[in-house]
């Protein structure tokens, strides 16, 4: 296997399990000083609650640093090092690299810019011989690293008072961009959905894309893969692996870059219409993937992919306390490639009998502004029993009379026992807000608009569809 | 540098992997475009041996059902393709019918591409088209059709729509086997549970 410059890479799928499971970690830049990149990610070792060895690596001082014994290389540490995370200047880092070597660590995180990113790929080419030399798989430069909850290991140099920790969950992300990771991270932890692992991979100077797909892919924690790309490197190897982990798990996708240079000079029709993007766009949409427009739609799909069960079928079934959110969502419904389900007469005479008059029975089902949260449970009870309906969108505003926590926890509760895609869309302030936690934090996707909702359910009757291979 | 192939070696290739192109033939003058028409409507094109835009730039002369309607459109032809000499004169039957375009070309990344869409001197307009890797599956080559926004009319009947994954088929193992970076079929006239490629583009 040949990296971009012919170098033989070193990395593979199984390195990033070593990363991110190391018994022992050397961190070389730690320091006292707070302002030095390399004292976040120490502290942020001792705040995570790592349980493995940590050693701490200044060529300035022997000593201590926050209050560990701290070395001044590798080579003295005198005991196994799983992960090496490099926050060093990027000239001094091959000197560094060749003492990791040396100290036989077994796999290296470099945090540090300066490299390719900024036209030094010579710099970055020594690192990488020297790393091959000694077989040690790199992640990096110019990354952020690796976080995993569950093992607790997080190489991130941004302090956790700046940027919120999600808990232990079922989604993955992985990002070339460390300014998207951060950002997506931090709402990934404000959205509620958990997290298995994040991997900001910066330049991909060893371990790239197909790498990262493979692991996640294989990762038993890993629910639903995320994934912010720019470009890739190995393309046939890429799509290789992406119709493989897209047979395991959903994969949803945003692409940076969308611009075609190359399409100006193009002789044919054909050229000229399938430039570069159009390109990747082929290849996530035979690989499956959900493709995002944008980091909301990203996380719009990953939540409803997170939390819901796959199906094929695409008439939904909508009901709702208010009638106008309703024509919205129906229109919504139609412009995503889905129908309105049509109710069985079964159904329908069920739902009269529970439902005050004033409602009329018929989709979608407008309970009226005083729905309480025995309204939606008979009306959840009935619909997810229809065979009509594939999946349910539940409309819930709470700034209706009827709607309570007693409506959150009825959605909740059903939620937990049928087994039909549900998603919910509750608009509004600070009230819906904590209504909209109630529910997230019981895994139930909620949306601020129709459109978002039905979005994400088409997304994931697509891919659905893919993985049993229907149109 | 990239090299059109011949319009007879591109059809004779085609023809190899079972898509069909229009009954067509090199005329030399008047007589000879004469000689080609038998009642049937012909059209007269100008081919040089550089790739142009040939319907754009006045080289293409359509619906011609009368020996002085060619003999009107071989000087036409003749003298909008002088200023790109070389070229040759091709006289074609007429079809017509729906046209679509099927194309690929040679991404540096992830190797041959496949494109479907409604064809015509337009696409760019339109930009209606769907792309996938080579070799396609049975799978992707209905999930290329269904994406379209002109599915409908590409697709009018079952028959249509098993004929055209078919042909997508048989343009994805012809650009996976042979050494093409860019292929424009472009348009093939989609007519009578038919379909023929009108205009061929095969660069090496």
């Known amino acids: 296997m040949k990296g971009p410059d012919n170098v033989t890479k070193v990395g593979t799928y199984r390195s990033i399990e070593t990363m991110m499971n190391p018994k022992s970690v ?66 001094a880092v091959p000197a560094v690299m060749r003492e990791c070597g040396l100290a036989g660590v077994k796999s290296a995180i470099v945090v540090s810019g300066g490299f390719a990113e900024v036209g030094k790929t010579k710099l970055q080419d020594e690192m990488l011989a020297i790393a091959r030399k000694y077989s040690i798989p790199i992640i990096g430069p110019n990354c ?5 909850p569950k093992s607790r290991v997080n190489t991130m140099f941004l302090p956790s008072y700046k940027i919120d920790r999600p808990k232990i969950g079922g989604v993955s992300f992985a990002s070339q961009s460390g300014a998207v990771g951060s950002s997506i991270f931090d709402l990934i932890a404000h959205e509620g959905f958990g997290l298995a692992k994040f991997i900001s991979y910066g330049n991909a100077a060893d371990i790239d894309e197909v790498d990262i797909i ?47 240079e190359g399409a100006k000079a193009a002789h044919s029709h054909t050229a000229s219409l399938a430039g570069s993007y159009e390109a990747y766009e082929a290849v996530f949409q035979q690989a499956g993937f959900a493709i995002a427009k944008d980091m909301q739609e990203l996380l719009d799909y990953a939540k409803v992919f997170d939390t819901q069960p796959l199906t094929t079928g695409s008439r939904i079934a909508v009901i709702t306390n208010g009638g106008g959110i309703g024509v919205i969502a129906t229109d919504a419904i139609y412009q995503n490639g889905l129908t309105l389900a049509t109710l069985t007469k079964e159904s329908e005479s069920k739902l009269r009998k529970v439902m005050p008059p004033i409602v009329n029975i018929r989709q979608p089902l407008d309970m009226a502004g005083d729905a309480d949260d025995k309204r939606f449970g008979d009306a959840l009870s009935v619909i997810s029993a229809d065979p009509n309906v594939d999946a349910i969108v539940v409309i819930a505003l709470f700034q209706t009379p009827g709607a309570d926590s007693r409506v959150a926890a009825t959605i909740s509760h059903y939620n937990g026992i049928i087994n039909k895609p549900m998603v919910v869309v509750s608009p509004g302030g600070s009230y819906t807000e904590v209504h909209k936690n109630m529910l997230e934090n019981t895994g139930v996707p909620v949306y601020s608009s129709p459109g978002a909702a039905t979005r994400s359910l088409a997304a994931l009757i697509n891919y659905s569809k893919y993985r049993k291979g229907v149109l | 540098m990239v090299k059109q192939l011949d319009y007879m070696k591109a059809e004779e290739l085609l023809n190899m992997y079972g898509i069909k192109v229009v009954s067509g033939k090199y005329v030399k003058n008047t007589d000879e475009a004469i000689r080609f028409f038998d009642g049937e409507a012909i059209v007269l094109k ?32 003749r003298k909008a393709a002088h200023r790109f000499s070389p070229y040759k004169i091709l006289a074609q039957k007429m079809v017509k019918g729906t046209e679509i375009i099927i194309g690929g070309r040679q991404d540096a990344q992830f190797g041959k591409l496949l494109l479907v869409g409604l064809g015509g001197v337009d696409v760019e307009i339109f930009r209606d088209f769907s792309l996938r890797v080579c070799p396609i599956t049975g799978y992707d080559a209905e999930s290329m059709i269904t994406g379209l926004k002109s599915r409908s009319i590409i697709a009018s009947s079952d028959k249509q729509f098993k004929m055209v994954k078919e042909l997508l088929i048989k343009a994805s193992k012809l650009m996976s086997d042979n050494d093409i970076s860019e292929l424009d079929l472009n348009p093939i006239i989609l007519h009578d549970d038919t379909y023929h490629a009108v205009d061929l583009r095969i660069l090496e």
């Open chain 1, 144 to 148: 952020l690293g690796v976080t995993d």
């Open chain 1, 26 to 91: 050397a961190v070389i830049g730690a320091s006292n000083n707070p302002d030095k990149i390399g004292h976040i990610i120490l502290q942020n070792y001792l705040d995570e609650g790592y349980s493995g060895k940590v050693y701490p690596i200044n060529n300035k001082r022997d000593g201590d640093i926050l209050g560990m014994k701290s070395y001044k290389s590798v080579k003295d540490v005198g005991a196994p090092i799983d992960l090496a995370v490099i926050a060093i200047p990027a000239d």
């Open chain 1, 214 to 260: 493979e692991y996640l892919a294989n990762d038993k924690d890993t629910k639903v893969i995320v994934f912010y790309i720019e470009g890739v490197k190995r393309g046939r190897e890429f799509f290789a692996a992406a119709k493989k982990a897209s047979q395991a798990k959903p994969v949803v996708i945003i692409k940076g870059g969308i611009t075609n």
């Open chain 2, 46 to 77: 100008a081919i040089p041996s550089k790739p142009v835009h040939k319907s754009k730039s006045g080289m293409v002369a359509v619906d011609l059902k009368t020996p002085d309607e060619i003999v009107k459109g071989f000087n036409k032809v």
